[in-house]
T-cell receptor, first 115, second 113 residues
């Protein structure tokens, strides 16, 4: 158990809809990362928040947005969903020290299926 | 443009054998190279990592070999066990934001008893 909690574990929705994925980082971790894993693909970095502030952005679509709340949990919002958005979405967190070592602790992911 | 290329895509090894997975990177600014292990239905978990100031790092049966001039690094799993069957990802990142990693596409390892 990595200590990172993601909900929901599975989500099935229709094209054009909007969903919100939630992540609670490990206790004490200030940094949260979102990654997308499509079928048979590696993980693609989407976005990072550190202590409530956006720290880095990767290949995140304009239809997607994220935020980190004062209690450090984070939400990834996906809107106007398309079939190609079907994927596993992982949240990861790191400690202050981890920000430099790169050690990430991943949750078990939220599997999104868009029909 | 993929910055971290991983091979092979899949690997079958007999129990007790050596599993070798290779990765190559392009960005010379990368200076942290972790390997992650992922079991079905689980998130990736950090297995072992190396910085470019050393050429090899060993932790138990797992060894990373690093060749800075060739921009390549590899994971060796000695005495492979069926419990090692998983998907392995190499990754690379920069010290300026080490958590923002670029991942390879993964290698599915099957260790046959």
């Amino acid at each position: 158990d990595s200590g990172v909690t993601q909900t929901p574990k599975h989500l099935i929705t229709a094209t054009g809809q909007r969903v919100t994925l939630r992540c609670s980082p490990r206790s004490g971790d200030l940094s949260v990362y979102w990654y997308q894993q499509s079928l048979d693909q590696g993980l693609q970095f989407l976005i990072q928040y550190y202590n409530g502030e956006e720290r880095a952005k990767g290949n995140i679509l304009e239809r997607f947005s994220a935020q980190q709340f004062p209690d450090l949990h984070s939400e990834l919002n996906l809107s106007s969903l398309e079939l190609g958005d079907s994927a596993l979405y992982f949240c990861a967190s790191s400690s202050r020290a981890g920000l430099n070592t790169g050690e990430l602790f991943f949750g078990e992911g939220s599997r999104l299926t868009v029909l | 443009q993929q910055q971290v290329k991983q091979s092979p895509q899949s690997l079958i090894v007999q129990k007790g054998g050596i599993s070798i997975i290779n990765c190559a990177y392009e960005n010379t600014a990368f200076d942290y190279f972790p390997w992650y292990q992922q079991f079905p239905g689980k998130g990736p978990a950090l297995l072992i990592a190396i910085r470019p100031d050393v050429s090899e790092k060993k932790e138990g049966r797992f060894t990373i070999s690093f060749n800075k001039s060739a921009k390549q690094f590899s994971l060796h799993i000695m005495d492979s066990q069926p419990g090692d069957s998983a998907t392995y990802f190499c990754a690379a990142s920069m010290a300026s934001n080490a958590g923002k990693s670029t991942f390879g596409d993964g290698t599915t390892l099957t260790v046959k008893p």
